[in-house]
């Protein structure tokens, strides 16, 4: 299935021609009949000559609708622009464009209706110019975007809604419009943004809403308004299914469910961020010259929600936005700015023609962080715009953004793998650790730096055998040990929970081999090597002097070495024994041989952490 909308200005046709299309009634209400004026959402389908089946979202055209003309276009991929012959381009024919192009919409095909009251031919010429630059004048962004028709421009077709003249050739053209629409993914997180709810006697709540991507199954848990609802029915297009995939018109059942207004959204739990911060980088459409000339208060629309908001440029382009209430986001998601100063009717001075959509806006980070330094709003908007992707010409739709993980990485540098599902950029591969991901660039830095404070601190406690992991973890600044764990790679080591500076400057392969003798340390601190496991790899007295002098390890006597700080381990363990001991009692409290007791006695001696009292008592502390 296929959904488009439509557009155009008030009265010109568009649901005269979904009537005649589809041959269901897109104006269902008693008062839309009685005054001959769309003012809700109409739905209404058909069968294209290609065997694809299209729905069409048809909206009001008048200017005191345009919030529910937004609702309609918002999750919708693709638009049949009406514009009646004898009336030709009107306000809000432009208020309906500037409005898709703010809203990144390529795929539009322009119908010129009502081609028995006038020539179609001016209406055509006037309106195919306007919408090509609008729409297709970034076509480079967009290589599958609808164009045709000699001079490249929005395909045109002139019908009559009264006499079909031209409906076969428009039904042709429809379905080139949706062969030409992206397949979007049926395994993306859903998010169905409600156009209506109601209650159905016997069934309880339902709602409808256009389903852009993913997929919903009778059964299913989704979030509404952040609260857990199960899916207890589902239809598409009046039939029952089990299971609907986007691009769908979807109806849910909701049973027992209060009524959500317009302008909430079903989603998959984990698949969004609800946020009420974010920032946008502007697009500026219609009248707006810079985004500097926002107004602070806006109306923002995206999907069928229309919320309100302040703006507060941050430099450049980009802008922050306080939203009225949190809306479910991802990274990428385009929002269309609009002026709520004046809303018509109650300004009789207002110039009609005038377009209130300002901007369409890019999003770019749902999680941004406070701005409480002078200076810190233009550093966030120059570090928003140099993570870019430099191909990307914002704003266009999800797909065109070019917003993907590493994007978000370059903004927060550190994120959860629940954090990237839920903006919108899940991650393919495995993290540094554990659920974490890192930007390749900080995480390279982090580990430059982690080498410092493990020398810092070695230099601040030559007693203590190396740094606590948890101290790594509060100096760098880092919200888990786990990645502390994963930045220890030689010359560092993790020896029984600290992080010891391994044997930095030393040749690899000796490197390596005092790595070995570390672990094998970490586990049996007082058990030297012998000779043999020495010579075994390598390591000769040339090598351990080297190791001794980069701090690697602790030499104590000829040919025994033992971790830096086993010997203040030892003097610890040595207090605890009944003074004086001997160095029998010693070699049995450090768990070890003579070979290594007598030298390191004798070192704990040297280096006055015991006292020899004679031939064979010493005492300690
Ligand atoms: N002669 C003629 N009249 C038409 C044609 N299409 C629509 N009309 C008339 O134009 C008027 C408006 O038609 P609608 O289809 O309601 O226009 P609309 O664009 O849906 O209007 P809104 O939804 O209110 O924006 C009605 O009186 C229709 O009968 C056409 O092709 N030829
Ligand atoms: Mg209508």
Redesign the pocket.
Known sequence: MHVVA?A????????????ALTGME??RLEE?RRR????ELGYAWTDLPSGERLAFV?????ER?LGTMLAGVGPVPAVMF?V???EGWMP?SEEHLVALEALGVRHCLLVV?????ADPAPAIERSRTRLTTALGGRAHTCPDAVLGGEAGGVVAVA?????GQGLPELRRALDGLVAGLPRPDPGAAVRLWIDRAFSVTGSGTVVTGTLPAGTVSVGDELLLAGEPVRVRGLESLKESRDTVSGVARVAVNLRGHDLPDRGQALVTPGGWTYTDLVDVRVQPVGALQEAAGLPRRLTVHVGSAAVTAEARPLGGRVVRLRLGRPVPLHLGDVLLLRDPGRAPGRDPGRDRSEVRVLAGALVLDVHPPALRRRGAARERAALLETALPKRAAPPAPPALGGLDVAFALRVHRLLRAAELRAMGVAPDGPGVAGEWYVEPGHWEELGRRLMEVVREYGDGHPLEPGMPVEAARHELGLPDRRLVGALVRPPLALVGGRIVAGAAGLPASVGRAVERVRRELAARPFQAPEAGRLAELGLGPRELAAAVRAGSLLRVGEGIVLLPGADARAAELLRRLPQPFTVSQARRALDTTRRVAVPLLEHLDRVGLTQRLDEVHRRCG
Request: hydrophobic share 30%; glycine share 12%.
């Open positions: 439509t155009g200005h008030v009265d010109h046709g568009k649901s005269t021609l979904v009537r897109p104006d839309e001959g004026l769309t003012i048809d909206v009001p055209g008048h609708f009406v009646a012959a004898d809000q209706t009502r081609s028995d009251l019908v009559s809604g009264r006499t």
